[in-house]
């Protein structure tokens, strides 16, 4: 740790222990330093959830605004797009349900959460170096965490109760105008958090390959969860990671 | 058109409404129509009603559907609401009169009221699905409807069905396909105490008013009509004994209107919403404009190299695994 101290003395280096990081995160040493970030499980799981939203965001931006309603064209047409969206629905709920299980623990709240949020400023500059250290997800990508998770429960829920075809006898018609409006809210919201989650996958280079071939350089590490990539520098990986969980 | 008329239709017989006569068409927007019909309206004289159901049978009848053969649970509705092939129903309902004592058996036929402001056809997402015409009636195409069910929620008297056969709505059309050859709907044409009259809205209002009059005379002072003000009134009106409680038939919304949660998920949320999401990706434009690409440097990668070259549990990177330089 004193090394690293040397290289980079404006900011405290925070302690780190084993439960910075996650079953499959592991070191890589060759010419180049590369950390694999995600299972190859993880990434399907990601994958499966992300077609389904988009999926998703099709289908109901369809029936949201008539000026949209040319997408059921993309489904063969508005009873069929009716008919699907639900059923991806419930795939999403599923699928979510895999990576909320996977990824919760290191999304919960940290110290240097509330230090990085103050300074989102910086964080917008790509000023890294006034940042405080982070580990595997910062409060931006915790942030669409949860409000993701969030947003999924608030839409199946509010989605099963306008559910024409198999549930248009659990609400009551007052109840379902509730359910519709909250539905289609949260749907914009969630929408809005999926361009801020796509946007800043583009915008910090070399993140795309975590969630294509599971692993991102030493130095994205370095440069974006450096806590992370002291853990691992200082462990290399998680005990309890079987051979069998290889990748 | 004249109250209950219903001349011969000879072979030659024009369609007198058509998609020009289209004033609203949901998600979708019409031109003025070049010419306005005559408002019409079909007046439902409750106090009249002998509750016989031949209006019900006369729906059936026109418009070629069955009704599964229901369950008798005690009361005389029958079925027990309306259905995809019911698009019209008696209600009844016994109600004692806490001014006299006496018992009022009160039917009313239920049934599509064809607002003036049709909150089916403001929630409906599918373009073409509900239309209006400019003489007041509301229709459902139902090669356009697609089946979500919106509209069961923008209605504010709950009359929309969904079939479970086709996922397709259906509701009372005031038989626009015989108001379009200058007949009045069945109901009407089978009601055999002229409860139930067609013709136009002007006619049919001072008709009521006779109506009322007569009412008024026998002691039923609160006699009225109703052609509800909240949804631009109705093309569908009632003469009610008990014009001040509206609720006691059945249910009749006291002062029906387009649910404000409706007009906000049609309004604001709509609207807003696009330009939420229209915000949310201009604003990644322009970021991605002024701050350029967040990219990791030659000095990161070096840095991560000192950070982690004695790093225990690191393996060995496969040699053709190496990240470009």
Known sequence: MSEAAIHDSRRPVPPVSKKDLDRGDRLLLGREVVVNRYTRWARINHWITAISLILLALTGLALFHPSLYWLTGLFGGGQFTRMIHPWIGVVLFFSFAGLFVRFFRLNLPAREDAQWTARIGDVLKGNEEKLPEIGKYNAGQKFVFWAMSILIVTLIISGLGVWEEYFSDLLTIPQRRVAVLVHSMAAVAIICVWIVHVYAAFWVQGTLSAMTRGKVTGGWAWRHHRKWLRALAAYGQRDDVTPGDKR | ?325
């Open chain 2, 1 to 325: 058109m004249t109250i209950n008329v219903n001349p011969p239709v000879a072979a030659d017989t024009q369609q007198q409404m058509g998609p020009q006569d289209y004033i609203r068409r949901s998600a979708s927007t019409v031109p003025e129509p070049a010419r306005k019909l005559e408002a019409v309206a079909k007046l439902i004289d409750v106090s009249k009603c002998i509750g016989c159901k031949a209006c019900q049978s006369a729906c059936l009848e026109w418009n070629d559907l069955r009704e599964e053969v229901g369950v008798n649970v005690g009361v005389y509705d029958n079925p027990h609401d309306l259905t995809p092939n019911t698009l019209t129903l008696m209600r009844f309902t016994e109600w004692v009169n806490d001014e006299n004592g006496n018992l009022e058996w009160l039917i009313r036929k239920d049934g599509c009221m064809h607002c003036s402001d049709p909150g089916c056809l403001k929630a409906c997402p599918a373009p073409g699905a509900i239309v209006q015409y400019s003489n007041g009636v509301v229709d459902f195409v139902k090669e356009n409807c697609i089946g979500c069910g919106y509209c069961v929620q923008g209605c504010p008297f709950n009359i929309p069905r969904i079939s479970k056969v086709d996922n397709r709505a259906y509701k009372c059309t005031l038989c626009s396909d015989r108001i379009a050859v200058g007949q009045g709907p069945a109901c009407a044409k089978a009601c055999p105490t002229k409860a139930i009259v067609f013709g136009t809205k002007e006619e049919m209002k001072a008709h009521a008013a006779n109506r009322i009059e007569d009412l008024k005379s026998r002691g039923f002072a609160n006699a009225g009509l109703y052609d509800p003000p909240g949804v631009g009134g109705t093309h569908v009106m009632y003469v009610l004994h008990h014009a001040d409680k509206p609720t006691i038939y059945a249910g009749l919304p006291d002062n029906p209107r387009i649910s404000p949660v409706v007009e906000a998920w049609k309004g604001v949320t709509k609207y807003a919403g696009l330009a939420l999401m229209g915000v949310a990706a201009a604003a990644g434009v322009v970021h991605m404009a002024i701050s350029g690409r967040n990219r990791v440097t030659v000095e990161d990668d070096d840095e991560a190299r000192r950070l982690t070259a004695q790093a225990p549990g690191a393996q060995p990177l496969d040699p053709d695994k190496e990240p470009m330089a």
